[in-house]
């Protein structure tokens, strides 16, 4: 099955940095590339995705960029604020179901 | 819409007590999925549903049995809990493959049921 796996495990970064999330996949029939965002006793929120015919995409202040031939994706945040602190999950999909990386905790320090 | 939802919210179990979770979704969706929530984990995929009637192991299905009777309605089930059990539970939905949406790829989570088992 689909292996996904993710770095760093924390991340501190000043308000006002970028941060850098990177994951990589073993599976290469995965298709599509979500990143979930999730808030203290919170659900995960998709907060951007992609899918496998696409090198890069942006949406405001974060953007995630697909490397197929490498297997690898990151998730890039720029100009962060403090309501960007949260773990941040990466995700594979292959036929049906996502596998999750084991999540990033990024604190952003005022 | 409510989109997902999880029942319960909160449970406390015994050691060999037996317990469901319901979850159920109002948006049509194909696919069903539980998932678990560790710290340090992630998201782990228990069982999911690609459809009424049918089932299928995740990566950590050992302890849980699932139902997907109707549509909007994915069951959880753990015959005999155990403390190894002990976790935050997530319900998730997804129009599925034959979806025109453009968001047909996207999973939508519930709110999630914390489990502990004493």
């Known amino acids: 099955g689909e292996n996904v796996e993710q770095h760093p495990s924390t991340l501190s970064v000043q308000e006002g940095d970028s941060a850098v999330i990177k994951c990589t996949y073993s599976?290469?029939?995965?298709?599509?590339f979500p990143w979930y965002k999730q808030e203290l006793g919170k659900r995960p929120q998709l907060i951007i995705d992609i899918r496998s015919n696409v090198g890069e995409k942006k949406d405001q202040r974060i953007a995630v960029t697909l490397n197929k031939t490498a297997k690898h994706f990151s998730l890039h945040i720029t100009e962060t604020q403090p309501e960007d602190s949260a773990v941040y999950f990466c995700?594979?999909?292959?036929?049906?179901?996502?596998?999750f990386g084991a999540g990033t905790t990024v604190t952003v320090r005022a | 819409n409510a989109g997902v939802t999880q029942t319960p919210k909160f449970r406390v179990l015994k050691t060999g007590q037996s317990m469901t979770l319901l979850c159920a979704q109002d948006m049509n969706h194909e696919y069903m999925y539980w998932y678990r929530q560790d710290p340090g984990m992630g998201l782990r995929l228990i069982h999911y549903?690609?459809?009424?009637?049918?089932?299928a192991k995740g990566e950590v299905p050992d302890g849980y049995n699932v139902s997907r009777l109707k549509k909007q309605n994915f069951l959880l089930g753990l015959e005999s809990a155990a403390p190894s059990q002990t976790s935050v539970y997530f319900c998730a939905s997804n129009p599925g493959a034959g979806a025109i949406s453009s968001s047909y790829n996207e999973q939508f989570f519930g709110p999630g049921t914390r489990l502990t088992v004493l």
């Open positions: 599976d290469s029939a995965s298709n599509y």
């Open positions: 995700a594979a999909k292959d036929d049906y179901k996502l596998s």
């Open positions: 549903s690609v459809g009424e009637g049918t089932t």
